[in-house]
Every structure is written in C-alpha cells, then in structure tokens.
C-alpha cells in the first residue's frame, strides 16, 4: 500500500432520503480505516447525515451542467438523475485523475442505482465500484454495462438501518475496504496500475482468429500485453469501455462485424456508439473490416421471416450467419469511415481486398466481391481528406503477412506517440 495515506472510498448517495444509510456506512468504513470522500446527489438538503460532505450537492449538479435548485423547482425527476449521475461522473474522474480514489461505492433504489451507475461508468477497469441495489436480483446490464461493477441485492429496501441492513451494508463495506486496500497496493502514485508491458485490445471473431492469433504473436514480440475481446456484442463494448479508462497503449480493432449486426438487427450488436472510444480518447488504433461479410442470429429457425432469399450459413446448431448485401456493405463502410474520419486519435485503416473473414475468400460461401468492393469503396471515400492513413492490401485478411502488417502500423503508431 502507498505509505503517504490510507485508501480512499468515495460514497455516493442521496443524503437527502438516505442521510442515516450513508452515516452509518461511512462510519463502518472509517473503522475499517479507509478514508472516506462523500459526494452528495440528492435534490433535496442533507438529513439524518451528521458528518462532512466532500462533494456537496450544488457543486455536484454544476459539474453535471445543470442548478440545483432549478431542478428541485421544477420537479423532473428524470432530469435530476441524469445531472446527478453526469455531475458524479465529473467528481469521481477529478478523484481518479489525482491519484486519490481506491474504490466507490453507492446504495439506493432504481434512481440511486442508476446515479450511480452513470457516476462509475467511465472510471477505469480495476477500480472497485460496488453497488447495493434494490434493482440486482432483475435485468443488470443497465447497471453493469461494459465495466466491472459489482451489485449487491440490498434484500430489504435501503430504507433504515435494521436488522437486516446491517449485515448487506456491513458486508458492503467491507468488501470495499478490502478491494480498496488491495487496489491501493498494487497501484502507483498517480493511481494507475503499475504494468510491466503495455496494453493493447484487439478484436477477434472465430472466422478472423488466424488474423488477430498472428498479429497477438507479432505484438507480444514487440513488448506488448495483448488483451482479446470477442466482437459479440458484450465484447466490443467491453473493449470500448476500456478504451475510455485511459489504460490502452493502443487499440488493434481488426474485427468490426457487430456494426453489421448493428445495421443490419443481428443478435450481436455492440450499439450505435461501437468503434468510437478509442478515437475519442486518443488511444492509436488500428482499424479492419473484419466479418463485415456477415450478421448473426441464433438458430435457423429464429432468423425473421424478413430476411427469406438471403445468403445463409449454419455456424452450428446455434448460430446462424447471413451474408450482407451490397447496400448494406456500401452503408457499413460510411459508417466506419465516419466514425474513423471523427476520431481524434492516431489512425490507421488496413483493407484487405482479398476478403473479410474466413467464408470470405474464393469458393466460400460469402464470396461477393461486389460486396466486398462496395464496402471497401465506401469506407475509403468516407476517411478521404482526413487524418486517417489508408494501407490497402491485395491479402486476405487472415493472411499472416496482413496481420503482421497490421500489428506493425500499431507499434509504429504508438512508439511514435510515446517520443513526442
């Protein structure tokens, strides 16, 4: 643990409807010796709180742009959740930029949860975030999202201390004391993990795994951590999340079939917001086409009626791909093109002309190159005039060479940025 201070918990809640909860909570962790940063978002004024509050409400909803008292006015409840969990989220990246924060937690009902939820959302992968919910026991993809939260089910309502509270908030706070102090050891002194080897995320489908295999063995090589996501949805959002925490050297995004899915309404849609965190937050990236050829849904018997006449094949009993059209390959390569031409960092684009994914090449079942040339005509015209640089291959995009380049354009591309 870093000798100059304890760790520290950030609380985040509504003092205003859970005063005593919070209180009671706080002190529970002060005796575990962690110290303790209060952020307030509730509308209303402070009760049943006894102690300090770090982050009081009025700065909290300032920094989530909206007034306080303006929203307590008007009585929107919607629109105070959401300035409260943007206006947290301010608060608690501030914490984690100064090296001072070791873990969050939070505890309410479907506005807390949610408050909280936004609050934590963009904090780095490794930082403890737990919250106790009245919403755990249903659907906590809302909650959870792409990141690393852990949910404790309160059981009874967060609603008084009793018999019963105790013993879930106890727990609660112990469990962050203990994942705070174990985050505190092992990271440095401005916060972040101390790693040997850089991180780099990479994108991989079963029909692209000869690709990213050989481009993980070329980055490993060069020095390099290679994380692997599998583009299924929960993946590439899993890999956006972590490019927004600051943690990547760099990003090699050589699968981005789950825009199809996105396009197209496949089961493993990543969302509208896939392929965009990377470029935002300035991490280089490397960008292919991978399994853009295909949109997946379970069995063939659930594929909508819809989509009767179209190219099929059977992945096995569970999967079933359909290969996309020319339109919708013309429409995905302005999509990626837009979302690269918009990205703010370092990019590179990597085409393989020869083909997408493994049912992609002569004599397999997706091969069209009118397709293919409508998709990689489109994604060029799309990143025309910006910084992306363009590397166009006649390889497929399994092809060794074409993944050893690619990883290259990577190296290349942060060792460039780590000497400026």
């Not at 994942?179 to 916060?191: E, F, I, K, L, W």
């Not at 999967?319 to 990205?343: D, F, Q, S, Y």
């Not at 799309?382 to 060479?401: F, P, W």
């Amino acid at each position: 643990m870093r000798p100059d201070r304890r760790p520290l918990v950030a609380l985040v809640g509504t003092l205003d409807t859970k005063g005593p909860e919070y209180a009671w909570t706080a002190a529970r962790l002060t005796g575990l010796g962690v110290d303790v940063h209060v952020v307030d978002v509730g509308t209303g004024e402070p009760r049943g709180f006894p102690a300090r509050v770090d982050s009081p409400a009025d700065e909290v909803f300032r920094a989530g742009g909206a007034d306080r008292e303006t929203l307590r006015r008007e009585a929107d409840r919607g629109a105070a959740v959401t300035a409260a969990g943007e206006g947290a989220a301010v608060v608690l990246a501030g914490l984690e930029r100064s090296g001072h924060l070791d873990g969050v937690l939070a505890l309410g009902g479907s506005c807390g949860s949610s408050i909280a939820a936004r609050a934590v959302r963009d904090l780095r992968i490794g930082l403890p975030k737990l919250i106790v919910s009245t919403m755990a026991s249903g659907d906590v993809a809302p909650y959870v999202g792409a990141g690393d939260v852990t949910l404790t089910y309160s059981v009874v309502d967060v609603a008084g201390v009793n018999q019963v509270s105790r013993l879930v908030l106890g727990n609660a706070a112990a469990a962050i004391a203990g994942m705070a102090a174990a985050h505190a050891a092992r990271t440095g002194a401005d916060g972040a993990p101390e790693t040997a080897r850089p991180l780099v995320a990479a994108s991989m489908f079963g029909v692209t795994t000869p690709a990213v295999d050989a481009a993980r063995n070329r980055l490993e090589k060069l020095g390099y951590e290679v994380l692997v996501f599998h583009a299924t949805g929960s993946g590439g959002r899993a890999l956006e999340a972590l490019a927004r925490s600051h943690v990547l050297a760099g990003v090699l995004d050589l699968t981005t079939t789950e825009l199809a899915d996105d396009l197209v309404g496949g089961v493993l849609s990543a969302g509208p917001e896939r392929l965009t965190a990377a470029g935002a937050a300035d991490v280089p990236q490397v960008v292919s086409l991978g399994a853009l050829d295909m949109v997946n849904f379970g069995p063939r018997d659930t594929v909508p009626a819809a989509f009767a006449g179209r190219t099929f094949f059977e992945h096995n009993a569970t999967v079933t791909l359909m290969r996309t059209t020319v339109p919708e390959n013309a429409e995905l390569g302005r999509r990626v093109g837009r979302k690269l031409a918009a990205a703010h960092a370092p990019t590179v684009l990597v085409v393989p002309h020869g083909g997408v994914s493994a049912l992609d090449a002569p004599g397999q079942p997706f091969a069209d190159p009118d397709a293919d040339r409508a998709l990689f005509d489109a994604v060029t015209e799309a990143v025309a005039g910006s910084a992306v640089r363009v590397v166009e291959s006649d390889a497929h995009i399994n092809d060794t060479g074409f993944a050893e380049r690619a990883a290259d354009e990577l190296h290349a591309l942060i060792t460039t940025r780590g000497g400026d």
